[in-house]
């Protein structure tokens, strides 16, 4: 009970101060103010999609200067790429802006925070073996510059991955057998409701259609974030949910990919009667 009480104290006091300490962590992470010609753009879009939403006021924005068009939401903060603004049409813009909104006003990233707090040690590890690895915030493999696939080259390579692997491995299986499916119900039901805001203001085609932009590009900056992008639901499975209720539903939706002992009875049923029918032709 005291290592439980603790580890919660603690997480609350990591929490808090993550929250005091959130632009300068973003600074420090390479996150920059929005320059002059970016709030022109930016700025009526933001107000548009507050005023439809009924917002009694607004979080902080930040840029990042990366080629991936992507979104997301600090406790405080919401930060936007920079391809994020050249991708997407100004109707698409404000849809995405809706969908990150709501999170900041339904304060998700705070409890995904939390989450963060309470296996910070688990995190790092998992964060530091993707970086020794050498994966892309997308999760594959980053390729080797030009020149650079000497002997000694993919030597150094293959050191640093099985190093990886070795110091990361027991956060690994922790952060995919026992984090991700623990969190990913609620972060998918969080995602279908800051879609849903942005269908509420009648930004569903916009939504869909941005989310056919950004799709092939989620990802994240570090391991944590790219464990946690995984939770999401499928972009088709989101766009889907945006068109609502369609007449052929019945014939053309699918069921959830889900077991029951129904399937398992019919399967071992199977498996027996297979396993008889043999031992009769053999007889």
Known sequence: ??????????????????????????????????????????????????????????PRF?????????AWTHMRTIVLSTSLLYTLSDRELEAVLAHELHHWRSGDSVGLHFVWAGVWPVALLYSLGKRLTGTSPQGTPVPMEAGSASGTAAAIRGFMTLLGWIISWPAFVIMRLIIVPMTARTQ???????????????????????LRKMTAFEGGRTGWEQAMASTHPPAELRIEALQGYQPDDAQYQEDELRSSWRDIRRLLGALLTGTHAAEAKRV
């Open 62 to 70: 930040a840029m990042v200067d990366m080629n991936i068009p992507n």
């Open 1 to 58: 009970m005291i290592t439980i009480v603790s580890g919660a104290v603690l997480a609350v006091l990591i929490v808090i101060t993550t929250a005091v300490f959130e632009r300068t962590s973003l600074r420090l992470r390479g996150y920059r103010r929005l320059s002059r010609d970016e709030v022109h753009r930016i700025a009526p879009l933001v107000k548009a999609v507050a005023d439809d939403m009924e917002l009694p006021g607004l």
């Open 188 to 210: 998918r039901g969080y995602e279908y409701q800051a879609d849903a805001a942005a269908y509420d203001i009648g930004r569903a085609d916009d939504m869909i259609s941005a």
